[in-house]
């Protein structure tokens, strides 16, 4: 089983919160991507092509393409105007907190010292960039030897957008802290916590005994 499986980056609230998730997701079929999730694939995949430069018609790419691009545009514009190294779609190794691992990142951008890793979320719910496990563990990988301060941003068109701003020092506190998760993982007795944001999302619901007790008596936290 790869590690992209069982510990990716957009996963991290569950695996975090609960070492023996990966464990118990192994026993079970993944669930397919839903209409949203499929949504979302697309819309990155269009503010990919808009940010290389790449024009959206009607004629071209069909109407829905287009309206979505009518509504990254401002996004998009706001990233082509910073100036600084782009990097879109850029792939960083992680393997010093996930071993093995990798993340790719919707768009970076450097300039100085300064780092901002951009992820779009086209959901209409909002999402928090601050204390953002997914963006934090993109950033460790997207900071540069110079880097002293990284700034995560959720762009989401349909919702809030929402920045933050993290130390390098603190990032590289929270990156010992996802080292330590990922270990963690990695045994077979590795405990399984129920937890509200953790299960939230969780394929193994359905056979979890951890979860089944919480919905009796409900969660800790
Ligand atoms: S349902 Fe909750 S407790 Fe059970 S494995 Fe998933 S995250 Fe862990």
Same mark, same amino acid.
């Given at each position: ?55 959206? *018609? ?56 300064? *780092? ?60 010992? *802290? ?35 007790? *919480? ?7």
């Amino acid at each position: 089983m790869s590690w992209h499986h069982r510990i990716s980056p957009s996963a991290a609230d569950r695996w975090m919160a609960c070492p023996g998730s990966p464990n118990l997701l192994d026993t079970v079929p993944r669930r397919p991507s839903g209409p949203a999730a499929l949504e979302g694939t697309r819309a990155h995949a269009i503010r990919e092509r808009m940010l290389t430069g790449q024009v959206i *018609t009607i004629m071209n790419d069909g109407e829905e393409a287009y309206a979505m691009s009518l509504l990254l545009k401002r996004g998009v514009n706001y990233l082509l105007g910073l100036g600084g190294q782009r990097l879109i779609e850029h792939r960083f190794s992680l393997d010093p907190w996930i071993p093995g691992g990798s993340g790719t990142s919707d768009a970076v951008v450097h300039r100085g010292a300064a *780092t901002l890793v951009n992820d779009l979320k086209y959901g209409v719910q909002p999402v928090q960039a601050k204390d953002n496990k997914q963006l934090m563990i993109y950033a460790l990988g997207a900071m540069r030897p110079g880097t002293r301060t990284v700034t995560l941003q959720i762009d989401a068109p349909r919702a809030v957008s929402s920045q933050h701003s993290i130390s390098r020092e603190d990032l590289l506190d929270f990156g010992s *802290t996802v080292a330590r998760a990922a270990i963690a993982t990695e045994s077979k007795d590795a405990p399984r916590i129920a937890g509200d944001k953790q299960c939230q999302w969780c394929d193994a619901r359905t056979v979890c005994p951890e979860y089944a007790t *919480t919905l009796m008596t409900g969660f800790d936290s």
